[in-house]
């Protein structure tokens, strides 16, 4: 059984960080590509950050490049966000996600077979 485990979401004011993990069991963690996503009240689940199998290819959605940094543990079958300058706009629940498929387009959601149970991040100012 696949499982996903985040944990590390808190509040924090803004300007603050926030670091960000998620344990993967129940398969060969490098063997697969790995993303968060969030979704904030009334808003549509969102593509954050992902990461390739290797850890060497990282993409990030425009708003938070330079602020956020996405890592992988293949060791550990863990994956970090670490969250910085955070902003109001980032409140959301974040989610890991994690692709056995092959794929496209690593920003859409239905690329994702297995999901965390998410970890909320809230940003006050």
């Known amino acids: 059984q696949v499982q996903l485990a985040e944990s590390g979401g808190g509040s924090v004011q803004a300007g603050g960080s926030l670091g960000l993990s998620c344990v993967v069991s129940?398969?060969?963690?490098?063997?697969?590509?790995i993303a968060w996503f969030r979704q904030a009240p009334g808003k549509e689940r969102e593509f954050v950050s992902y990461v390739n199998m290797d850890g060497n290819r990282k993409f990030y959605t425009d708003s938070v490049k330079g602020r956020f940094t996405i890592s992988r543990d293949n060791d550990k079958s863990s994956v970090y966000l670490q969250m910085s300058s955070l902003k109001p706009e980032d409140t959301a629940v974040y989610y890991c996600?994690?692709?056995?498929?092959?794929?496209?387009?690593?920003?859409?959601?239905?690329?994702?077979?297995?999901w965390g149970q998410g970890t909320q991040v809230t940003v006050f100012s």
């Open positions: 129940g398969l060969t963690f490098k063997r697969y590509p």
């Open positions: 996600a994690l692709a056995v498929d092959s794929f496209t387009d690593h920003t859409r959601r239905n690329v994702y077979s297995y």
